[in-house]
């Protein structure tokens, strides 16, 4: 199965794509460029500035074309201006363990809550600095629900929502966890590996869950997204043409495509992957499920 190149994006860190069913169009950020991206098939590539770092995004039910979004001080929620710039309002911030923290990856659970969690800039430390937070559409502050953590990443949430699952990407780690998650107050509970991906090609990255239940999460530094099945056996790995594939999400009319975001570090030879950092589409034979809204 061939990846199609959908954008020659050259993100730095392309990151957190989510599917707009009712655009029709792929969203998605560049970290260290600090853009919200859009693209649609007829209407082509939009991004717009924003002040600080955006990680990770979830589009809005109570504000349309608003996106709640994980950043450097907090969660922001973030509208797309017609001079390109991104009107902002920090509805969370977060008091970070250690200077030099962001947030990472984030989405929101069945119920339209939005989880993030945030890690140190300085990755290659390897400081248990990174939480995992929860945030509410009637909560006052981000509520700490997880610390202990390097790079918390591969948030998912099963089909029925009773099933949370977490990575952390740092070569120390490379962990996927399954948790019990109590889907009326937003709880977790009964942690559990669900795969060691050491043994497996790539660090665990961004994820996505598909109509059967399945896990799909990348391996970045192995070129490849990894498809597991809810009892945690490797079910299949399909190729992108980058060596850091960075998240993937479903999307398309019938959310059968796999989009696939990735990396293009700086300083390094690119060729023998000059599409790195681009935008990327998979055909998996499989759907994927609807990604909820905050506060839907």
């Known amino acids: ?35 919200l991206n859009s693209w649609h098939a007829s209407e082509g590539h939009t991004h717009w500035q924003a002040d600080e770092m955006i990680a990770c995004i979830a589009p809005r039910a109570d504000i349309p074309g608003a996106w709640i979004a994980g950043m450097e001080s907090g969660l922001f929620s973030l509208l797309p201006q017609a001079d390109g710039t991104l009107a902002s309002t920090l509805i969370a911030p977060v008091a970070h363990a250690a200077p030099a923290m962001r947030f990472n990856d984030g989405r929101c ?16 430390a390897g400081a248990r600095v990174g939480r995992l937070y929860s945030y509410g559409k009637d909560s006052d502050t981000a509520t700490l629900q997880l610390d202990d953590l390097i790079v918390p990443n591969g948030l998912a949430f099963s089909p029925d929502g009773r099933t949370m699952y977490l990575s952390d990407s740092h070569p120390s780690v490379q962990a996927i966890w399954a948790f019990d998650y109590d889907t009326d107050s937003g709880t977790p509970s009964n942690r559990r590996l669900f795969a060691d991906m050491k043994p497996l090609p790539g660090r665990p990255d961004g994820a996505a869950i598909d109509v059967d239940g399945c896990y799909w999460i990348c391996g970045n530094d192995a070129g490849l997204v990894h498809r597991f099945t809810p009892d945690g056996r490797l079910d299949r790995s399909l190729e992108v043409p980058v060596k850091k594939p960075a998240m993937c999400a479903f999307g398309g009319p019938a959310l059968d495509t796999l989009f696939v975001t990735s990396i293009r570090p700086g300083g390094i030879d690119l060729s023998d992957q000059p599409l790195a950092g681009g935008v990327f589409a998979l055909r998996p034979g499989v759907a994927g499920m609807p990604e909820p809204a905050f506060g839907g």
Not at 109 to 124: E, H, K, V
């Open 1 to 35: 199965m061939k990846a199609e190149l959908v954008l020659d994006a050259r993100n730095g860190t392309g990151e957190s794509p989510v599917w707009h069913a009712g655009e029709q169009a792929l969203y998605w950020v560049d970290i260290p460029a600090r853009t």
């Open 109 to 124: 659970d069945r119920r339209g809550r939005f989880w993030a969690g945030t890690m140190l800039l300085d990755m290659a």
